[in-house]
C-alpha cells in the first residue's frame, strides 16, 4: 500500500504516513490540528518516490488522471450551503462552508451517497468546513451466518440453562421446597431470558441505525459452550460513518436501554422463583459462587422478596439471566473506545479527549483486578479497541439536541444503577 501524505490543516505541517484514510483528526505532531490526505508516495522501478517536498497541485499527468469534483456532485453540494472551493488532492475535496442551507446533514449525507460520496462537516479554528470523498464501499451481509450463530447460541445457552437448572432442583430437593423440578423447562426458559434481553439490546441498535440511514449488520450471537451462560453476547457491526452526534447518541443508547428495559421483568421474574433462607440454614461449604450486586438489583431484591439483609438467595435460573443482562448493561456503557457508552461521549468531546479517557478508563481497569480478575482482561481489550481511536460523527457542527441531552443523562443514571464492581467472586 502506498504511504500517504498528510498536511496539517492549521499549521501546514507535512510528513508520510502509513495510512490511507481521508482525515486524521488531532494527529498533527506540531500543533495538534487535523491533517488531511494530500498525496501519495509513488513508486518508480521499485523505488518509493515522495512527493512530501512538492506543492499539493494537480498532478501533471494527462488530464484523465486528473481527480476532480464532478460538476453535478459539486452543484449538489450548493444547494446545501454557500461554499467556497478550499484546495483538493483528488480524494478529499475541502470547501469553506459560508452559510448552511440544509440543517439535517442526514438529508445532505443520502444525497450525496446517491452520487457516490460521502462528506464530513467540521469546525476548526472559527471555519466551518466540509471534506467531500468518495463513499466507502458497503458489502453485502452474509445472509446465513447470522442465523448459524444464533441457533449455536440457542443450543449453548439451554446447555448452561439445563446445568443451572439441575443446581436450582437440588437446592429445593435439599431444603424440600416445592417448584417446578423440570430441568429441561426451566434450561428453556433460561435461554429465552438470556436470548430475549442480548436480543432486544442488539435490535435496538438496528433499529436507530435504520433511521438514521446507517447500515449495519444482523446481530451475531456468539456462542460460548462450557460457560456459565453458554454465551459471550451479541455484535453488530455499523457499516457506513455515522452522520451525526444525535445519531451517535441514539445508536450508543438505544440498545442498552432496550436490553434494560427486558432485564428488569427478567430478574423480577427470576427473583420471585429464587429460594430465600435464612444464615442459620445454610451449611457451611467451600467452592461457592456468589454473584456480585449493584444498587438497582438490591432495589428489586428489597421490592421484590423484602427479606433482612443478612438472608441468602439461592437465584433461579431465570433471576441468573436478568442479573447478567444487567451485567452486560453496565460494561457496554463504559463510556470508552467503541463501546455503546463510548459512542455517547464521544458526541460531547474530541477525539482526543475521548483517546485520553479511554486510556485513563482501561489502566484504571486493570487496577481493579485485584477486586475481580476479569477487569485485567477488560481492560486489555480496552486498550486494544481503543488503540483504534473513534471518529465520531461526520457531522461536529450542529448542534446536539435537547432531548438526546436528556437521553445522555438517562444513560448515565443506568450506568450508575447497574455499576457493578465485582460481579462474581468464588470462596
Partial sequence: MPRGIYECLNCGYREERDSREPLLEGSCPRCGGDMILVGYVEEKAGEAVSQLSKPVQPSPAPEREVPHLPPEVESKLRTFYNLRFAGFDGRVFVFEVDEILESNFEVVLSEMEKLGYWCALKKRHGKVLLLVFPAGEVKPDNRWLPWVFLLATLVTTFFSGYLLALNYIGVLDYYNLPGMRNPYLIALSFSASVMAILGTHELGHKIAAAYHGVRATMPYFIPFPFSLIGTLGAVIRVKSP????????????????????????????????????????????????????????????KAVLGIPEDYVIFLHPIAM????????????????AQLDGGHILRA??????????????????????????????????????????????????????????LLAVLVAVIFVLTATPVPIWTT
Fill in 348 to 405: 460531547f468531546i474530541s477525539e482526543r479527549a475521548h483517546r485520553i479517557v479511554t486510556y485513563a478508563a482501561a489502566f484504571i481497569l486493570i487496577g481493579m483486578s485485584y477486586l475481580w480478575s476479569g477487569w485485567f482482561i477488560w481492560g486489555l481489550l480496552v486498550l486494544f479497541i481503543g488503540s483504534a481511536g473513534n471518529p465520531g460523527a461526520l457531522d461536529e457542527v450542529s448542534p446536539i439536541s435537547r432531548t438526546r441531552i
Fill in 242 to 301: 455515522l452522520p451525526t452526534r444525535n445519531a451517535a447518541i441514539d445508536l450508543g443508547a438505544s440498545g442498552p436501554i432496550a436490553g434494560f428495559l427486558v432485564a428488569l421483568p427478567v430478574t423480577a421474574i427470576g427473583l420471585k422463583l429464587s429460594v430465600v433462607v435464612p444464615p442459620e440454614m445454610v451449611p457451611a461449604t467451600e467452592g461457592g459462587v456468589y454473584f456480585g450486586t449493584n444498587l438497582l438489583f438490591e432495589l428489586m431484591t
Fill in 321 to 336: 439471566a436478568g442479573w447478567v443482562g444487567l451485567l452486560v448493561t453496565f460494561l457496554n456503557l463504559i463510556p470508552v
